[in-house]
C-alpha cells in the first residue's frame, strides 16, 4: 500500500484517527511563521538532524513558546503532516462537490477527477509532499502513516462502489491507491509544471483504464 499522505475524497463520509501530541495551536501568524521555518529546517537537514533552536530562530519565535504550543519536533512534524491532509482534502471535496454539481455519477469518473486533485495538490506543495514520504520522521510517525492508508483505501472503495468483503474488488482498490501515492513521490521530482502535468495526465488515464470492472 502507498505510503503517502491520503486525501478525504468524502469529507463527511469518514473520520479521522486522532493525531496524538498535538498540543493546542499558537495563533495563525505565530502558527505560520513556526511551520515555515519548521518545513525549511526538516527538508534540509532531515528530521533527525533538525535542531529546534534553529527552528525558532528562523520563525523568530521564542523556543519557549515553540514547546509550549508544539511540544517538540515531533509536534511540529506532525502539524506540517496534518496542515497537508487538510489542504488535499479541501482541494478534493471541493472537486467532488463541483463535479456532482455537474450532473458527474459515475464512480470511475468522481474517482479520477479526485485522483487529479490530489496530483494537483501533491505538486503544488512539493516540499512538504517529498518530506512527508521520507523514512527519516518521529518515531510512531510510519505506523500512523499505515493507518491513515488503510482508511484512505477504504474510502476509494466507497467512492467507486466496490464490495471490499471481496478480495479482488479490494485488492483493485489497493492498486489503484499505490498507483496514487508512487505517483505523488514522483511529482516531487518534476524538473517544471510541464512535466508535472504530463505525469498527472498519464496516471489518471491509467487509473481510468484500471478502474474499470473486469468482465
Not at 38 to 58: M, Q
Not at 93 to 114: C, N, Q
Not at 135 to 164: I, T
Amino acid at each position: 500500500m502507498s505510503e503517502t499522505v491520503e486525501p478525504a475524497w468524502n469529507n463527511a463520509e469518514h473520520q479521522r484517527p486522532a493525531v496524538q501530541g498535538i498540543p493546542a495551536a499558537p495563533d495563525r501568524s505565530a502558527r505560520c511563521a513556526l511551520l515555515d521555518a519548521a518545513l525549511e529546517v526538516f527538508t534540509e537537514r532531515g528530521y533527525t538532524d533538525a535542531s529546534l533552536i534553529e527552528i525558532a530562530a528562523r520563525s523568530g519565535i521564542p523556543v519557549g513558546s515553540l514547546f509550549q504550543h508544539y511540544g517538540g519536533k515531533k509536534g511540529l512534524y506532525l502539524a506540517l503532516w496534518e496542515e497537508f491532509r487538510e489542504e488535499q482534502e479541501r482541494r478534493t471535496a471541493g472537486v467532488l462537490a463541483e463535479a456532482r454539481s455537474r450532473g458527474v455519477e459515475d464512480p470511475i469518473a468522481l474517482f479520477v477527477e479526485g485522483a487529479r486533485a490530489y496530483l494537483e495538490g501533491a505538486w503544488e506543495n512539493r516540499r512538504i509532499s517529498r518530506l512527508l514520504v521520507e523514512d527519516d520522521g518521529p518515531a510512531g510517525f510510519d505506523a500512523l502513516r499505515r493507518q491513515w492508508d488503510r482508511a484512505w483505501v477504504r474510502r476509494n472503495a466507497r467512492l467507486l462502489e466496490v464490495d471490499e468483503r471481496r478480495r479482488a474488488g479490494r485488492v483493485r482498490v489497493i492498486v489503484l491507491t499505490t498507483v496514487i501515492g508512487g505517483a505523488a513521490r514522483e511529482l516531487g521530482d518534476c524538473a517544471d509544471e510541464a512535466e508535472a502535468r504530463e505525469i498527472v495526465d498519464e496516471v489518471c488515464g491509467i487509473l481510468s483504464h484500471l478502474s474499470a470492472s473486469p468482465g
